[in-house]
């Protein structure tokens, strides 16, 4: 069963940073995307960032120049460095991925920036 393990969530004041991981259990051997969504109370689960096997990467127009995703192909672990966080940012964070043509999610972690 494929596991996603999320961390780096917390609580930091606006214009600070958190790096969020993301690692997928160890019997993994095809992942095409990696990525993550957000949901803020009342919301729908957006795309922040994503990115596909072969490196190319797509972001939300909002953290476009503050979000950047990255991953550790061998630990199959992906990353968001999030830089200038605003209050609006303020969501659960799900790292996404899909294997083959299935699609897995994490639990969630919280991340809230306070003005």
């Known amino acids: 069963q494929v596991r996603l393990v999320e961390s780096g969530g917390g609580l930091v004041q606006a214009g600070g940073s958190l790096r969020l991981s993301c690692a997928a259990s160890?019997?993994?051997?095809?992942?095409?995307?990696m990525g993550w969504f957000r949901q803020a109370p009342g919301k729908q689960r957006d795309l922040v960032a994503a990115i596909r096997s072969g490196g190319s990467t797509t972001y939300a127009n909002s953290v476009k120049g503050r979000f950047t995703i990255s991953g550790d192909t061998a630990k199959n672990t992906v990353f968001l460095q999030m830089n200038s966080l605003k209050p609006e940012d303020t969501a659960v964070y799900y790292c996404?991925?899909?294997?083959?043509?299935?699609?897995?999610w994490g639990q969630g972690t919280q991340v809230t920036v306070s003005s």
């Open positions: 996404y991925a899909v294997v083959g043509y299935n699609n897995h």
């Open positions: 160890d019997n993994i051997f095809s992942i095409n995307v």
